[in-house]
């Protein structure tokens, strides 16, 4: 689809259980690029799941929140009823309601100077002391979603772990992937600035022009391979070299965005290897209680995750620019103001 | 291949740490159909890996068996040393030896008067006090196999489960589910005479002839899902719909063999509905603390899994009877003396 | 303190998120016994924490209740607006105000025509299709608490459990112990009848007026103990002997109130054989989603557990009577308009 | 019991599965005090747990080592035979065999020039590459002990850990915890020295001589108190302190040897804040997986913990020294040769 910088009407309070945020920052993330290269033009879609703001207007029936709160807002949401929306997990909303804003026309995004969130006590906190506005920014949805498949990785204490992709998401997953006390974390891409980055982190850094990952993987652990395996890109080819990495007993837990129906999946290593694969679409609120105190004890290495700031004026070149993937170009921030 | 009764030299002790073992009762196993039809004549294999029998000749250094014991043997080995071997998971050899009896020319089978077994203190178990021969014969492989595939499924209290497939395995899984307090368990197969045994077992049973189990699954689940499948055929189009019964936040754990390295995968449901998939090859040792004192408290109904006995002088009728799966046939076991 | 029945006025709304129930069962807990006995007449508690009822009146920011449904009213409530409440489990309210309903002058109880339910949303559930007004009246606290018990005694598939008191709790825990897969659940008390309801539910008793219950678990045990021990009486000495039950590696849950704080306790007992000790003030929400699907699918035995039925115009003959712990006792059931 | 240096035999081979062990390095731990301060003169017990050294006589059925392999000796160990031990858990000895070398007259220990190791298979590892010599030793108990206490201890990522004690065992536990993610870990002691070590390993000192550890706990997290509390001292007082530091739902793990059988325990708060409570005598062997990888890795810590090194012959003053706890004394190790 085109990107385009329009003119819409104020988002209007969705319900007595909502509020409307003024967006003061938001990001463009990885999973936006599948619209902005798959989705024709036209479908009306206003794009965006990452936004912080404060809020302008409350629903009489919000608990936890108040005007003039400063917010993030969860990049996932549900119905907000059912019991995994108010534990904080809408990507298992009993009512099949789990959707990111920005992806389809009628839950607009957060790329924008307003954005309406329903069910807010569930779906919007206050930024905590201690957290800047960059890292409220991430807490919207890739530190969450990176640290869902850390989780869902299985790594014990001195386990080999491999992470397949080093973006945005890839470098959030790799730092999380070290708060289970691995022993050793193997970090594939291409872009050597991303391997750089990757090793400054701890990680050994494999860089995937020279020889497919899985192979470099294997020659560096003896043939066996690794404990758990983190798909940070969605690709079909990294998928199944990520299936490759993965030790006997191992697990292969996918983050990436991978919406293929028909993977040519290779079920015979899964059974021989007694591998464990999962994906996640990502539990974004119920992170938040693990997340929100590692990030103010400063665990994390997140400052410089935006590499460029930008006004929302330019979202145009901003994802001309994300997409590109290169040299020096991790991730963008944008300012509705500007 | 063509399965042929055959004269053959008698096994030596496989070093000091194995043992020799007259086999008293053996059992043909869905997993040797998949040689039986794929494999070709000639090669030598000697098939079978469910056995039971007494011990004829224990090596110096085998510590917890005496000649003269009554012995199960694992269906699966390993290399018997490494840290998975010793504590009952040969499926995960850290030497990659893995490997279940009577499936390669040089680890003879137990269909058969005697059978070498190698590191016998790990792979072989004197059959307790209250064990019947033919639930010790069940303990050398498929009950182990079904409750490993069950334990892996994620179940917890109050979960609907679905088993996918009620031949021997899956009536073990259907049995070994029981354990985890499920709420529902909904069984799936073509058989009458299956189906009915599921419904006795307290499933509710579901004939696919009639529609795709995943349709009927949906149904019965209002559109939801089952929170656990247990896979135990190993086709691709039972693979592809067991993933098709699975909710939300579900668990697909795979115990039927199958070696497709290929499989039509549908990822993106897997990441859209957050699923887990998994597959084992069987911890057999590992799984005998959790499995005997339930056999001892009769916990399972194991008395009719084998509805034929015959003599092994009889094992190429016993092998096209089991194949056939025709109704009023599940198991058979064979008396290699007869 | 002496239990008698007054004239109150009627309670008002607590805020927009709460409910009026206009109560139509409810029931003595062992718990209730606790004030009977040790609290002084005159604190105004308004006691019970297990009641069933009509929606009369609803705040306007309820979402998931309406005037006109009959719900089940947890016995335990939180600050409604943390996030362990939020999720279910107000007795790890981040705000400290864990509390049982009737306990305290400030909360009045369900032993009464109607009840104030603040935070109703998290607090109450319709009760569902399927489930009895007894087994409603079950769900509001000991088949939760029950659970809550067997849930944190790590109890496996082929375990040996010890329920120590079959009391209406121990009655709720021996069945929920079965849903963990054990192969031996040891049964202790020392009324006959409850010994006999216990063994009817499949479990061994075990009549302490004989010999200490430890005493006897040891013996049927080879000298080995159980893996999982639930107490559910609360005495000094039940606790002591709970822990005596204990083999090397197991687990002891404690689900009897016992509010001791100088218990002579065996630390040594515990180091040499590895123990975990825990107790559990019931999270009774968080329960629903696993017992409700298990109550309408009938897995556990509930019909006999109330024993007796009254007016709440009995309540201080009821109180006497299930004080008494006679033989033929075990719950009683009381209805506000009789 | 007074210590002194004595001529005795040398050791036999323990049957076939043992070995002689010549031993190169050994150290004195904090649990041989209990026997220093409390067990009588005259005993016969040859003292130490924590020794590496030389193969120097296998018995026939050994496995796994060979004479002249340098291994690190468990210093728990079991009957060898059972699923635990082989599993690497002598601690859960089915036999109820499990004991530290040197706690007894019949199993000498590695306080000495030689020592005898039965079931060498089970209890002795080969010295892993890359790990030095005082690593290894540290690798026989009481990082192991560590480890096993913060693997108790429920830490999740972001979690808030109190470690009360930071002697050697506790700066292991200290250094464990880090392990499994947490924003804050609390170091609680009264020895200057100990502090900034605890400091200087990531963890925020709390000098107990200036007030209660429990009560600058909760001074420091809002009167909420710590998810996890490690005891790593074993005096009554610090065990119950310990207690008070935990905050609802917490769990406190006692690695401390405490042998008190009339602790005076505050069930109550154990119910009110449903708290677990455990202790572990450590499984020394089954920790290697996991730990030798990070040890080879670097992510520990351990080159400060030996402050002391002396010779053999020096035995009582190095028990003198070690039990002052004075400024500068970590721990000693000792060479046998010297």
Chains 1, 2, 3, 4 share one sequence.
């Not at 108010?86 to 790329?111: E, H, I, K, Y």
């Not at 464990?276 to 539990?283: L, M, N, S």
């Amino acid at each position: 689809m085109e990107v385009r910088l329009l003119e819409v009407p104020d988002p209007v309070l969705p319900g007595p259980h909502g509020v409307i945020v003024t967006v003061e920052r938001t990001a463009i993330c990885g999973s936006d690029l599948h619209l902005y290269h798959d989705a024709p033009t036209g479908l009306g879609i206003r794009l965006g799941h990452e936004a912080i703001g404060t809020v302008a207007e409350a629903g009489a029936s919000v608990r936890t929140l108040s005007v003039g709160d400063r917010v993030l807002v969860s990049g996932v949401i549900g119905c907000g009823l059912c019991a995994p929306c108010v534990a904080g997990q809408p990507n298992l909303c009993r009512a099949g309601q789990s959707a990111a804003f920005g992806t389809m026309a009628d839950l607009p995004g957060g790329q924008a100077e307003a954005m309406a969130v329903p069910f807010a006590d569930a779906f919007a906190l206050p930024i905590p002391d201690g957290v800047t506005d960059e890292e409220a920014v991430l807490l919207t949805d890739i530190l969450p979603t990176g640290y869902a498949g850390a989780e869902r990785a299985a790594i014990r204490p001195g386990s080999t772990v491999v992470v397949v992709g080093l973006g945005p998401v890839g470098i959030m997953a790799l730092q999380c992937a070290k708060l289970y006390g691995p022993a050793r974390i193997l970090a594939v891409d291409m872009v050597p600035e991303r391997l750089a980055r990757a090793e400054r982190l701890g990680a050994e850094p494999i860089d995937a022009r020279i020889a497919p990952g899985s192979q470099q993987v294997l020659e560096a652990t003896s043939g066996w391979g690794a404990d758990s395996v983190i798909e940070a890109v969605g690709a079909d080819a990294t998928v199944l070299d990520a299936l490759s990495c993965a030790s006997t007993g191992g697990t292969v837990s996918v983050v990436g965005v991978n919406l293929a129906m028909a993977l040519p999946f290779p079920m015979g290593l899964v059974f021989l290897k007694s591998l464990t694969v999962r994906a996640i679409f990502a539990p974004v609120p119920g992170t938040w209680s693990a997340l929100v105190p590692l990030v103010q004890a400063g665990k994390f290495s997140l400052a410089e995750t935006f590499t460029h700031h930008m006004g929302l004026s330019q979202v145009a070149e901003a994802y001309q620019l994300f997409d590109s993937r290169a040299d020096g170009v991790l991730k963008v921030l944008l300012d509705p103001k500007a």
